[in-house]
């Protein structure tokens, strides 16, 4: 990896002076006493020029999942630059969440991992939850709108992502599972004509506060008209019509 990277580099440093950054050197003996800034050439490594790591295991250090990026740096020695090492950081997948749900419409976020939740998609969705670290599961299944949860009585209406992904295996596995019965892990649709409900009680109707003042509206100006129909009726009802 070390000897593609100064390859890469190397290569761009001939063809282009985009990498070379102008800076100035200075040296500090003490609090007061330093010398002149003198105008120097710098080589800098862009974010593109590491690499990521695959996942993995560090056996024996940390023995934790880690994902490693590595930068290289260089010496400078009779007018050029050479290769001398590289620096990385180590980063632990234990405090990395995994985005399982799916990206809202229209984002160009990058995750390899969305989608890949296990809610039952007619009468639940996926809500991520933050936190619990690189694991599956970090999600819950809630209901969607015109479902209601089965248990009523329960503090939280939902479906834990991770019990939901442990049943999803057995099933994968050819085990009894409760993944694959038809309900579970499901919410009820409300009662009709409803668009948001707690239980199967029928809900309140829904007042249309536009229709309702139009037909006010219309009434009040029928209304209005009605002395002016009396007194028309009352003055030309004699008269004859051949």
């Not at 590491?50 to 024996?60: A, L, V």
């Not at 007619?122 to 479902?147: I, N, P, W």
């Not at 707690?198 to 009434?219: F, G, Y």
């Amino acid at each position: 990896m070390h000897t593609s990277l100064l390859e890469i580099l190397t290569l761009k440093v001939r063809k282009t002076k985009l990498l070379l950054r102008e800076g100035y050197n200075t040296y500090t003996f003490n609090e007061s006493a330093h010398t002149e800034r003198v105008p120097d050439e710098i080589l800098s490594v862009r974010y593109e020029d590491g690499r990521w790591s695959k996942p993995y295991y560090d056996c024996g250090g940390g023995n934790i999942w880690m994902l490693t990026y590595t930068v290289p740096f260089f010496g400078f020695q009779n007018n050029t630059y050479f290769f001398k090492g590289t620096s990385g950081i180590d980063i632990d997948l234990r405090r990395v969440d995994i985005d399982q749900c799916p990206l809202p419409k229209g984002s160009t976020q990058l995750n390899i991992f969305a989608a890949s939740d296990k809610c039952k998609k007619r009468t639940t969705e996926c809500v991520a939850l933050a936190g619990l670290g690189f694991r599956r599961g970090s999600y819950k299944c809630v209901c969607r709108k015109g479902f209601y949860f089965p248990d009523i009585k329960a503090d939280r209406r939902y479906y834990n992502g991770t019990v939901i992904e442990e049943e999803y295996e057995k099933l994968m596995l050819g085990q009894k599972s409760e993944y694959g019965v038809t309900g579970v892990f499901e919410c009820l649709p409300c009662p009709e004509g409803c668009e948001q409900c707690e239980d199967d009680r029928p809900c309140v109707v829904s007042l249309n506060w536009v229709m309702r003042t139009a037909i006010l509206v219309l009434s009040c100006v029928i209304i209005c008209c009605l002395p002016i129909v009396v007194v028309f009726t009352w003055k030309y009802g004699n008269v004859k019509v051949s």
